[in-house]
């Protein structure tokens, strides 16, 4: 079992950046894929970005070109560098951990609020 603890969240204006955080309470070099997901209320939850531990990324179109994704496997950490963020970025994003297996493992969630 792997605890995951997102941070970086926060409110910025339109056209600003912010980096998200998943600090991992165990090696994440085992873990097969990772990845950030964001929810809205009334919404389901979608997958935004992706990276396995072979370091292959996958971006969803809506922020392709604009957030990049990264995992340090010393740092038992992934990261989620968003740039050129817009109010559509506004969600609560949540890290997950993927293994061989079939076990998932989520974080709590970080706010992220993006004003026009």
């Known amino acids: 079992q792997v605890q995951l603890v997102e941070s970086g969240g926060g409110l910025v204006q339109a056209g600003e950046s912010l980096r998200l955080s998943c600090a991992a309470s165990?090696?994440?070099?085992?873990?097969?894929?990772m990845g950030w997901y964001r929810q809205v209320p009334g919404k389901q939850r979608e997958s935004v970005a992706l990276?396995?531990?072979?370091?292959?990324?996958q971006y969803a179109d809506s922020v392709k070109g604009r957030f990049t994704i990264s995992r340090d496997n010393r740092k038992n950490t992934m990261y989620l560098q968003m740039n050129r963020l817009t109010p559509e970025d506004t969600a609560v994003y949540y890290c997950?951990?993927?293994?061989?297996?079939?076990?998932?493992?989520w974080g709590q969630g970080t706010q992220v609020t993006v004003s026009s």
């Open positions: 990276i396995t531990n072979g370091g292959r990324s």
């Open positions: 997950k951990a993927a293994y061989d297996g079939g076990d998932d493992y």
């Open positions: 165990r090696p994440i070099f085992r873990i097969r894929v």
